[in-house]
Structures are given as structure tokens and as C-alpha cells.
């Protein structure tokens, strides 16, 4: 869900072209919850193989990835969520409530043949849960695609190797990144170029954004630290913002005031009590260095057991992506394994 920066963020429009030889440290259980939501079959039940795996997931994840890899030469290293703080607890709840709600309504609209309605529901009533996510981790190993094992926050995470060079930027369509201090954050990096809104019933054209951190700091006048302090006056995963504070008005008044510390006594009574607390989580989150990311080649055979024979896939559909990995290794770029020695500057 993220914090609402939408009306004071500064981005620049690219094209997938842009990002070829970039690495993106990809907000993996983000990136799974799209083709959870996205890829369903017409009423929204989620594709599955014969035994009931949801395997949504699986096909969005091996068909967008290849196709960046091979077609666009971006190199993406996904990074799973850890632990979540205990400051999320509400946040999560929340989530909680609302998919059993989308989920019953998904099933009320089934039950009269209501199914634009039903597919509506269902894209809102997704849950990614942990054998989903053991499969894709799966996935990408086999596939020999490199991730990251976040200790909390993936965000955290992405935005940490970013911060070191490792990679080029976080990739996420929220921006808890930025707040997490990633230098540079890549939005909306799809093929497809458009995304469903449940809540409206349409879906809406989208682009990659390219965030600078520092360009968005320095436009407006601001501190990464006073970003942080935006941030929790809107309202983030981990607090409930002030009620009438929307982006452009919690911008003027940490200008105005330089902090949270600062605020008047009248306005500080109505800050969540533990604001220390969640400014602490996004200046000095918990992150690892105990990752790799050095690409592999792919296992062949260990892709047709999974998918195919455990999963239910085509073998034809299965070729095409072993296909993609293997001319990525034979290509202009022939060695995969590199790609990540050495982030660009």
C-alpha cells in the first residue's frame, strides 16, 4: 500500500529502453501480489494446476521476467519481505478485513452470474501466502535468477543495495523506498502498460517512472529526514496519518516547522504517539548483506519437473522461456553471471 506521495513527487517518464543494463532491486512480494490479482480466468479464480497450487503467480513472474531480461536487458534481483515490524500489525489486520470482504462479495457476484463484477472482487480479494511464496523463490532459482532475503522490510532492502551501488535502483510501484533513503526508484516497470483498478472496474495506462531522490529532495527543500516526517503525517503502513493532512499540506508544514519535534503543542497532540518509532524504522531499517547477485544458468531440467510435471504447465510454454535465459547467455551480453559484479554509476 505505501504512503500517498503522488502530488509532490518529481518523476521523469521513460521507456523499458531506457533500463537496458540497469539492475533493479525488484519489491518482489509487491511484484507477486500484481500477477496474483491480474492473472485469473474470466469469473477471477486464479489459475491453478490440477491439484489446486495457484499458479497465477508462477506465470507472471517467468514470462515478464524473461521477456525484460531478453528483450530489454534489465537485470532484476527480487527481494522478498522478512518479519514485519510489529508497527504493521494494524495495517496488516486491515488487509486482512478487506479480502474477506472483496472475497465474500466475489462469491455473492458468482452466484448470480455477475462476472465483470466477480473478477472485480477477486483481483482485491488476493492473498500471497507463504507456499506461493516458497514456490517462486523456486522458480527463480531454477530459472537463475538472483533474490534477496530481506531480514523486514523488502523495501528496506532494495532501497540498502541501491545505497550501496549494488544496483541501480529499487524497483516498486509504492514509495517507501525513497523514504527507506534508495538513491534512485524505478515505477511500473510492465510490458503490458496498463493496470485494472477493482475499485473502478477499468484499467489505466501506465508508464515507467524514474524518482530521483536527490532531484525530489532538492525541489522542494527538503531533508530525506523531513520526507520521513511527510510521511507520517499523511500516514504510512506503520501509523495512522493526521486526519485533513494530505501530501502538499504536510510538505508546508514541515518546512515550516523543520520536524516533527517542533510542531505546536495544539498540532502535536494529535500526532501518533509512537511517531519516534516508525521515524526510526525508515531512517535505520533492518537490513542484511547476505545476499548474492550473480545471475546462473538456467536448470532445464529441473524447469520441466517443476512447471510441467508438478505444476501443470505446457511444455511449449515452458521452451519459451528456457529458450529466452539461454540466448541471453549467447547474446551481445554472453555472460549473465556478471551482470551484477559491478553496479553502474
Known sequence: MGVNLTPIIVKERIELSDLGGRSLAVDANNELYQF???????????????????????????????????????????????KPSALKVGEIAKRREAREKALTEWREALSVGDYARAFSKAVASSRLS???????????????????????????????????????????????????GAPRLIRYVTISGSEFLPSKGYARPLEPELIDLEILLSHHGITREQLVDIAILIGTDFNRGVSGVGPKTALKLIKEWGGLDNAPREFAEKLPRDYG??????????????????????????????????????????????????DSFTSAQPDLSKWCDVAER
Not at 517467468?62 to 534481483?77: N, P, V
Not at 536448470?299 to 520441466?304: C, F, I, S
Request: with cysteine.
Open 36 to 82: 496474483l490479482s491480474l492473472i485469473r480466468q474470466g469469473d477471477g479464480t486464479p489459475l491453478s494446476d490440477g491439484s489446486g497450487h495457484v499458479t497465477s503467480h508462477l506465470v507472471g513472474l517467468m514470462f515478464r521476467s524473461t521477456r525484460l531480461i531478453h528483450d530489454y536487458s534489465i537485470k532484476l534481483i527480487f527481494v522478498f519481505d522478512g
Open 130 to 180: 507463504k507456499p506461493l511464496v516458497d514456490d517462486a523463490k523456486r522458480l527463480l532459482d531454477l530459472l537463475g535468477i538472483p533474490y534477496a532475503q530481506a531480514p523486514g522490510e523488502a523495501e528496506a532492502q532494495a532501497a540498502y543495495m541501491a545505497g550501496k551501488g549494488d544496483v541501480w535502483a529499487a524497483s516498486s510501484r509504492d514509495y517507501d523506498s525513497l523514504l527507506f
Open 277 to 326: 518509532e516508525v521515524r526510526r524504522l525508515f531512517r535505520n531499517p533492518e537490513v542484511t548483506d547476505d545476499y548474492e547477485l550473480n545471475y546462473s544458468r538456467p536448470d532445464e531440467d529441473g524447469l520441466y519437473r517443476f512447471l510441467c510435471q508438478e505444476r501443470g504447465f505446457s511444455r511449449d510454454r515452458v521452451e519459451t522461456v528456457v529458450r529466452r535465459l539461454k
